[in-house]
């Protein structure tokens, strides 16, 4: 079984690990947030302008200023697509980040385990010296001492 100071070692390292993995985590968390609230921000916008070409459609528009107005709607269809595949992927990050950090911490609740474990068997072994010393002594009081002859 390894050592405690090892175990504690260990342990540290186990606890960095984990609180970066934590870090990364809420990093990743919030990106995701920011990418999603871009994407919103864009849906929005491009709701209100199809809403105000209708507008202007049904009041009449020229030709050119129906093509500048499928010109920009297409633009900005383009870029609700990227964010959308930005917002996949940082979705795709917070999954890695949140195994990471799950493994992180289940490194860190094993070595916690082995020094329970490894203080409990110590316990242990120090009840039964103790105990063993305070039969032995037992032992010797009731013991008749002998007589040299």
């Not at 990106?31 to 302008?49: C, P, S, T």
């Not at 050119?64 to 979705?91: C, E, H, S, W």
């Not at 010393?133 to 037992?138: H, K, L, M, R, Y």
Request: hydrophobic share 40%; aromatic share 6%.
């Amino acid at each position: 079984m390894a050592t405690p100071s090892t175990l504690a070692t260990l342990i540290e390292l186990a606890n960095k690990a984990s609180d970066e993995a934590a870090k990364r985590l809420a990093a990743a968390l919030r990106m995701h947030e920011e990418a999603k609230q871009k994407l919103d921000l864009l849906m929005g916008y491009r709701k209100d302008y199809a809403e105000r070409f209708q507008n202007d459609l049904a009041n009449g528009m020229g030709a050119m200023q129906f093509n500048n107005y499928q010109a920009f709607m297409q633009k900005l269809d383009q870029a609700i697509a990227g964010q959308d595949r930005i917002v996949v992927d940082a979705l795709k990050r917070v999954d890695q980040a949140r195994a990471a950090w799950c493994a992180a911490e289940q490194k860190k609740m094993s070595y916690t385990t082995l020094n329970a474990r490894a203080v409990k068997e110590q316990s242990r072994r120090d009840a039964a010296r103790d105990q063993k010393q305070s039969d032995e002594f037992a032992t010797r009081r009731t013991q008749p001492k002998r007589s040299p002859t």
